[in-house]
C-alpha cells in the first residue's frame, strides 16, 4: 500500500486528490485544521484524518507523530493547503500568505523528511501556481498576466523554488511543483474563474504516482513543463 499525506485536504483540489488517489489504492491522510471539516471529509472519501495547521509547529510535528505510529513510514506528500491573500497587500498580510503558502512547505516537509526516507519510493508534490512564474505573468497572451495577486503570485514563486532546492538537497526523494490549473473552489469563488476540481487533480496525481524513474525538481502543469 502506498501512505499518502495531504495538507489542506478537506476541500477542493486536496479533497479531490485524495478521492482520486484512493481511488487508485492509496492509502491517503487528510491533513486539515479544522478537525470537524476534515473528519467529515475524511469520513465523505473512506480516508484517515490528521489534524494539521502548517502555520503551527507543533501540529505539525504531532501530524507526521500519528502518521509514524500508525505506519511506519511515509510514501507521498502533497502540500496542497494554500490561501489566495488577495485582500489587502500589507506586512501582516504578507507574512500570512508566506507563512501558509511557503512556510507552510518547509514545515511540513521537514517534520515528513524522516518517514519518507523509509519509504522505496518517497514522492514531495508541492501545489504551486504559474502566477509565480515570471515567464507566465510578463506574458500578454496569458491570464496570469491580467492577475494582479502580488503576494500569493510571489509566495508560490518560494514554493516553486523551493520544490528545485529540496530536489537538489534530498536526490533520493522526488521533489516535482505543479500548477494544477485555474480551478472553482472557495478561494477563486469571488474572481468567478476556474474548472472543475476533478480535471485539476487531475493534473496533480500523476506527480503523487510516479515510478521510480520518475523526474525530480519539475515545474510543471498538465502541458508539461512550464518556463519560470
Known amino acids: 500500500m502506498t501512505i499518502t499525506l495531504i495538507t489542506g485536504a478537506n476541500k477542493g483540489i486536496g479533497f479531490e486528490t485524495a478521492r482520486q488517489l484512493l481511488a487508485r489504492g492509496h492509502v491517503v491522510y487528510v491533513g486539515a485544521r479544522d478537525p470537524e471539516r476534515g473528519e467529515k471529509a475524511a469520513a465523505a472519501l473512506g480516508a484517515r484524518f490528521v489534524r494539521l495547521d502548517v502555520t503551527d509547529d507543533a501540529s505539525v510535528a504531532a501530524a507526521l507523530a500519528t502518521v509514524d505510529a500508525a505506519e511506519g513510514r511515509l510514501d507521498v506528500l502533497v502540500n496542497n493547503a494554500g490561501i489566495l491573500a488577495s485582500e489587502t497587500v500589507d506586512g501582516p498580510s504578507a507574512l500570512r500568505a508566506f507563512d501558509v503558502n511557503a512556510v507552510g ?71 516535482n511543483a505543479v500548477e494544477p490549473g485555474a480551478t472553482a473552489t472557495d478561494m477563486t469563488a469571488a474572481m468567478g474563474i476556474g474548472r472543475p476540481v476533478e480535471e485539476s487533480a487531475a493534473v496533480v496525481v500523476p506527480l503523487a504516482t510516479l515510478g521510480v524513474d520518475g523526474p525530480t525538481g519539475t515545474f510543471s502543469d498538465e502541458n508539461g513543463p512550464l518556463p519560470w
Open 105 to 175: 512547505i518547509v514545515r511540513v516537509t521537514e517534520a515528513a523528511l524522516p518517514l519518507l526516507r523509509k519509504s522505496a519510493n518517497p514522492l514531495v508534490v508541492n501545489v504551486t501556481s504559474s502566477l509565480g512564474s515570471f515567464w507566465a505573468v510578463n506574458n500578454p497572451e496569458r491570464v496570469e498576466s491580467t492577475l494582479p495577486l502580488p503576494l500569493y503570485a510571489a509566495s508560490k514563486a518560494a514554493a516553486t523554488m523551493l520544490t528545485v532546492q529540496y530536489a537538489k538537497a534530498h536526490p533520493g526523494i522526488k521533489f
